[in-house]
Structures are given as C-alpha cells and as structure tokens.
C-alpha cells in the first residue's frame, strides 16, 4: 500500500512537471545526483533480472525499476538520462563479471545498500536545505521509500 501511495503521489507530482519544465534545464546538484543513483540502482536492477533466480530479488528489482522511473518523471527527466557517476560505472563493470547465482545476488544486494544508503543522505540533506519545492516534493516521498527499501536489503542480504 505505500508503494502504491508513492508511484500515485509521484505520478501526480510528474503531472505538474510541465509548469516546472518553464524554468532554465540547468541541473541542480540533487536532481543531477538523485537521477545518477537512480540509473545505478535501474541498470543493476535490470541486469539483476538477467542473472538472478530469487523470487526476492526479482520482485526487489522489478519494484526498483518502477520506482526510479517515477522519480525521474517526477524530477522531469527520462530514466537514465544523467550519466552514471564514475564508481558506479565501476561496480557495474564488476557486477556484469560475476556469473549469475549466490556471488551475483550478493554483490547486486551489497550494492543496492550503497546505493540506498548515498540516496537516503542525499534526500535528508535536500529535504534540509534544498530550496525547489518540486525537488523538496521528490525528497520527501522518497524518504520513507528509501529507509523501506534498506530494511529489505537488509533481510536480502541474509538470504543472498
């Protein structure tokens, strides 16, 4: 239920993207950031469903995906459209060499917390200080969701 809380008050948000899209395309430092982690957390999550066999993972990453499409419609933005940031260029570099199986989903799981963790400081830092109220929008629904998600990790991780 606050999964479908989330998509529906995200999806609403991206319906007044249009008013936002008026103001310059400059990227601001937390849209830039929180699009790179989530193009990290998309892309793992795609290729996680390539290479995993846990029912758990695959439904971790096919809610993952969902939900960075979502924000980045809600930030204005196509899924993927910042480059992903150079040392997460390198963990997917790493994760695409390891077979599928037990090594792949724990080293896709160990970068999901990374991941979780970096977007987590970055929406309480710009939830703090951030002065877009579209972009205060984003962080602040994207809290519970992030905190949910490292819960879930974290039980993953045991099992991976």
């Known amino acids: ?7 529906l ?5 991206s319906l007044g993207a249009g008013v936002a899209q008026a103001r310059p395309r400059m990227a601001a430092d937390f849209r830039t950031a929180d699009l790179a982690g989530g193009a990290f957390a998309m892309t793992t999550s795609q ?35 910042a480059p992903m940031r150079t040392d997460h260029a390198v963990l997917l570099r790493q994760l695409e060499a390891v077979p599928s199986g037990g090594g792949f989903d724990r080293m896709y ?10 977007l987590l400081a970055l929406n309480s830092d710009y939830l703090r200080s951030g002065s877009d109220p579209q972009e205060q929008s984003v962080a602040q629904m994207s809290l519970p969701i992030i905190q949910r998600h490292l819960a879930i990790l974290n039980g993953l991780r045991e099992l991976a």
């Open 1 to 7: 239920m606050e999964r479908r809380s989330f998509l």
């Open 9 to 13: 008050a995200l999806g609403a948000l």
């Open 47 to 81: 290729l996680a469903l390539t290479r995993t066999g846990n029912p758990d993972i695959i439904n971790f990453a096919n809610a993952e995906i969902a939900e960075q499409m979502q924000v980045a419609a809600a930030l204005g933005a196509a899924p993927g459209s």
């Open 109 to 118: 799981v160990q970068g999901q917390i990374r991941g979780h963790r970096e």
